[in-house]
Nanobody, 124 residues
């Protein structure tokens, strides 16, 4: 059974930093991608950053240069972290980690394996 668990959300002032961490267990990271997504209530789900098993990274334009995704393995589990720097109020959202995540019709959690999410709030 695949399990996805996020941690590290919280509240921060604009210009601050947060690091989100995600542990994915029971998932074969081969020909696959792990990633972070976010959803603002009443708005579309957005891909924030993904990393594939060959190391290729895709980062959303609006966070390029501020957010960094990384992957490691520990005790057979995949760890995917999202370092977020120079945060702005526009980054406020519920952040989700997903393995082979699918976003459809602007909605998160349309396929793949998803965590429950962690809230990030950035105040001005």
């Amino acid at each position: 059974e695949v399990e996805v668990v996020e941690s590290g959300g919280g509240s921060v002032q604009a210009g601050g930093s947060l690091r989100l961490s995600c542990t994915v267990s029971g998932f074969n990271f081969h020909d696959a991608a792990l990633g972070w997504y976010r959803q603002i209530p009443g708005d579309l789900c957005e891909m924030v950053a993904t990393i594939s098993d060959d190391g290729e990274k895709i980062v959303r334009d609006s966070v390029e240069g501020r957010f960094t995704i990384s992957h490691s393995q520990h005790n057979g589990k995949n760890i995917v972290d999202l370092q977020m720097n120079n945060l702005t109020p526009a980054d406020t959202a519920e952040y989700y980690c997903a393995a082979d995540g699918i976003v459809a019709a602007g909605l998160c959690r349309m396929g793949g394996y998803w965590g429950r999410g962690t809230q990030v709030t950035v105040s001005s």
